[in-house]
């Protein structure tokens, strides 16, 4: 009898927000290892909201992340929870103490910061810095529209600066800055890995030729210097 050929889900390990019930981690099913997974827009402090923007298609905003209001339950839970950790040096060393045996747990080399959500704080991103240096031997590839704070005229700018400085200096970490609107250049931020974008036509990203899949590519995770060009969901 005939199978079909179905991809073999990633393992995510049974680990629970601490206190609760719901799943630290999160699969994606595009993607060779779990994932990190905030709620879009409400963790994304540089959501773009002008024509033809990214963030105006946002995939993680639609499909199973809105199909599905469990998946949106437990992105709050984690949310709240890595908020309330950030308040205090207890709450962050809780969170990186948390967050880092259970990336290792996975066993895999690769894992996704952010299928869905970002870098919402300085000292948010500060802790991904500390996460990335106990799990030297996995891969963190991490897309963000935050380092548009490093353009504010703001003292807070400082702060994000700094903070970026700790979380790329990192050897293991790829963190990307993402363009604004479809079809723009992909950003080019010193400190930064190469930029991503999103197009129209002629994607460097091959996921749509494979099902929305990564197959067995993991330049995301590994080129530093190859800046993706995602084909535009529809």
């Known amino acids: ?120 704080s300085p000292i948010y991103t500060r802790c991904w810095g500390d996460i990335a240096r106990r799990v030297p031997e996995v891969r963190l590839w991490i897309p963000t529209r935050s380092h548009r704070a490093l353009l504010a005229e703001s003292p807070m700018a400082d702060y994000w600066r700094e903070a970026f400085d700790w979380l790329n200096s990192a050897p293991n970490v790829v963190c990307r800055p993402s363009a604004d609107s479809f079809n723009d250049p992909a950003p080019s931020v010193a400190g930064f890995a190469a930029g991503s974008t999103a197009v129209d036509d002629a994607p460097t990203c091959l996921a749509h030729t494979r099902g929305h899949r990564c197959g067995s590519c993991r330049r995301c995770w590994t080129h530093r210097q190859w800046s993706p060009a995602y084909l535009r969901h529809r």
């Open 1 to 120: 009898m005939a199978t079909r050929n179905v991809p073999r889900r990633t393992y995510v390990p049974r680990l629970f927000v601490p206190g609760t019930r719901v799943l630290l981690l999160s699969e994606a099913r595009k993607m060779p290892c779990p994932s990190w997974s905030l709620p879009a827009r409400r963790s994304c402090p540089f959501t773009v909201h002008v024509p033809g923007a990214i963030c105006e298609w946002c995939y993680a905003d639609s499909g199973n992340y809105r199909r599905y209001p469990a998946v949106k339950a437990a992105q709050l839970v984690r949310y709240d929870w890595a908020r309330q950790c950030m308040r205090t040096a207890d709450g962050r060393e809780l969170f990186i103490a948390t967050m880092a045996p259970a990336i290792l747990a996975c066993h895999t080399p690769y894992f996704r910061v952010h299928d869905s959500g970002d870098l919402f």
